[in-house]
């Protein structure tokens, strides 16, 4: 195969995306032949990421039909971070943006992208202005989230920032070297350094279908987000047992003096017992559970299994041999 080189790839992780494909395609062709066509020819590159709908015929026609169009099928869903892992290890532009299938990132963004890119910045950040008409729980639970991270990792995550992004061919190099299996690329990103910068613009709304992102799924990305970054959920154990030993310490003192003073201990003492005891279990159980996410994931990726299982990749003029990850 002819290894044509691109300047830039695109990148989008695409799960039961049917409805948005069409117009996604039409979108993109008009990109590359309008704005993108200075830059020179654009990979574009789809990861099919275990759709249970028509997503992936769709792609791999497109593909047939259109040279530089890549189409990668996952063995099974793997989820939207390793969905993207899989395309970003794919690509072979001296660019690569990532943006998602349903158009809330117009591709016209990439232009301004580029333009920063070559003024020496590494990576940079789409930011939306304002979150279009995305409801007000999502809003309050992405900035709740935002700050927590921040405020437990040390590392600062540039605000309103999806996946829609830039990265130069050199981060993309570093970013292989990182082999998270609960990755969450918005912290690893700033995490390697290098140059960034943002570029500012106006999220639209989904052209159709609906957010893969329902509340459950988002709180396990926050713990991902959080334990890729910090252990210090860690050290909340140290800081319970002082705190509870002060108390109880106070509470043995208290005891003492009823007994020996007041010469109490008429009641049997069952409400005291009571509630050491729900508090002792309470906590424990809670920090079990953040000892168990650590410990679940230490064992994740002591396994060292491949992060994604590529099924099979569609170029023009066939070739669908599957490729050996490189994880
Ligand atoms: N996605 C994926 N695998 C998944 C979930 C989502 O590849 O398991 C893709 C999805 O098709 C979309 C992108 O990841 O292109 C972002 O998902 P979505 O737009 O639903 O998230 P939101 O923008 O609502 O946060
Ligand atoms: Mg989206």
């Known amino acids: 195969m002819a290894s044509r080189h691109y300047p830039l790839s695109i990148v ?104 920063a890119h070559r003024q020496g910045y590494d990576v940079v950040y789409g930011t939306r202005k304002d979150r279009g008409q995305e409801p007000f729980t999502k809003r309050i639970t992405a900035r709740a989230f935002y700050f927590l991270i921040e405020k437990l990792s040390g590392v600062a995550i540039p605000r309103n920032t999806g996946d829609f992004r830039l990265l130069s061919r050199r981060t993309l190099t570093e970013l292989a070297r990182l082999h998270e299996a609960h990755r969450f690329l918005r912290g690893l990103v700033p995490w390697i350094g ?67 003073v007041r010469g109490g201990d008429l009641v049997p003492g069952w409400t005291s017992i009571m509630s050491a005891v729900t508090i002792f279990g309470t906590i424990q159980l809670l920090l079990l559970g953040v000892f168990g996410e650590y410990i679940g994931r230490i064992y994740e990726q002591a396994k060292n299994r491949p992060l994604y299982i590529i099924q099979e990749i569609k170029r023009t003029g066939g070739d669908p041999a599957p490729a050996a990850p490189k994880s």
């Not at 106006?202 to 279908?209: K, T």
């Open 194 to 260: 290098f140059p960034q910068t943002q570029v500012y613009y106006d999220r639209a709304d989904r052209v159709a279908g609906e957010t893969h992102y329902p509340f459950r799924k988002m709180l396990r990305l926050a713990f991902d987000g959080i334990a890729s970054l910090s252990t210090k959920p860690l050290r909340l154990a140290y800081i319970f047992s002082l705190l509870l030993f002060a108390v109880f310490v106070g509470y043995i003192f208290y005891v003492l003096y009823d007994h020996f």
């Open 12 to 115: 989008i992780p695409i799960f039961n995306e049917e409805p948005a494909l069409p117009a996604l395609f039409r979108e993109l062709e008009q990109a590359c032949a309008m704005f993108l066509q200075p830059f020179g020819p654009v990979e574009i590159v789809l990861v099919n990421d275990g759709s249970k709908d028509r997503s992936w015929e769709l792609i791999a026609a497109q593909c047939g039909r259109q040279t530089d169009w890549v189409g990668v099928n996952l063995s099974r869903n793997f989820g939207h971070q390793l969905a993207l892992a899989a395309g970003l290890e794919t690509a072979r532009g001296d660019a690569v943006v990532s943006m998602d299938a349903d158009l809330q990132d117009p591709p016209a963004v990439i232009v301004d992208m580029l333009a």
